[in-house]
């Protein structure tokens, strides 16, 4: 049995979001696709994924095209995400509420099957960090003062 391989992650998501919950789910792929995949042609940056007619499909994600291919698609082109009803109503209800979406965290072999892990995200506030920060500084210069006094 194979043991999981990243093959490509998305670097951002930890800085600009704040992880609420994570999903493994399976991707259709086309016989190409899945060649470049595990070769680990492929891209995350400025993916992210959208529910349409009860079913998660993954937009953006840039997987390369193999020379040998037949029949080439978009590289960028929608994927279908394979997720259980249940899972997608879940998370499409928390979509439709202020400030979620759902981002892919990275693509990696499972049990020589292809997967994507997604994220249900909530945007960070960078003002707030700001604060965080000022409130750190204030806090050090009381204990500055109390300690000379």
């Given at each position: 049995m194979e043991e999981e391989k990243i093959i490509a992650t998305n670097k951002r998501v930890a800085r600009n979001y704040e992880i609420i919950d994570t999903k493994e789910a399976g991707i259709q792929?086309?016989?190409y696709e899945t060649k470049s995949v595990r070769a680990g042609k492929v891209n995350l940056h400025g993916s992210f994924i959208k529910e349409k007619n009860g079913e998660f499909f993954i937009y953006k994600m840039f997987?390369?095209?193999n020379p040998?291919?037949?029949n080439v698609k978009d590289e960028r082109r929608r994927r279908k995400l394979?997720?259980?009803e249940y899972e997608i109503v879940k998370w499409s209800s928390r979509v439709k509420e202020k400030g979620y979406t759902i981002i892919p965290l990275d693509v990696h072999t499972a049990h020589n099957r292809i997967k994507i892990k997604i994220a249900l995200v909530r945007s960070k506030k960078l003002f707030g960090?700001?604060?965080k920060e000022e409130d750190k500084r204030i806090k050090r210069e009381i204990g500055r003062a109390r300690r000379l006094t």
């Amino acid at each position: 049995m194979e043991e999981e391989k990243i093959i490509a992650t998305n670097k951002r998501v930890a800085r600009n979001y704040e992880i609420i919950d994570t999903k493994e789910a399976g991707i259709q792929l086309e016989g190409y696709e899945t060649k470049s995949v595990r070769a680990g042609k492929v891209n995350l940056h400025g993916s992210f994924i959208k529910e349409k007619n009860g079913e998660f499909f993954i937009y953006k994600m840039f997987i390369a095209t193999n020379p040998s291919a037949h029949n080439v698609k978009d590289e960028r082109r929608r994927r279908k995400l394979l997720l259980h009803e249940y899972e997608i109503v879940k998370w499409s209800s928390r979509v439709k509420e202020k400030g979620y979406t759902i981002i892919p965290l990275d693509v990696h072999t499972a049990h020589n099957r292809i997967k994507i892990k997604i994220a249900l995200v909530r945007s960070k506030k960078l003002f707030g960090d700001k604060r965080k920060e000022e409130d750190k500084r204030i806090k050090r210069e009381i204990g500055r003062a109390r300690r000379l006094t």
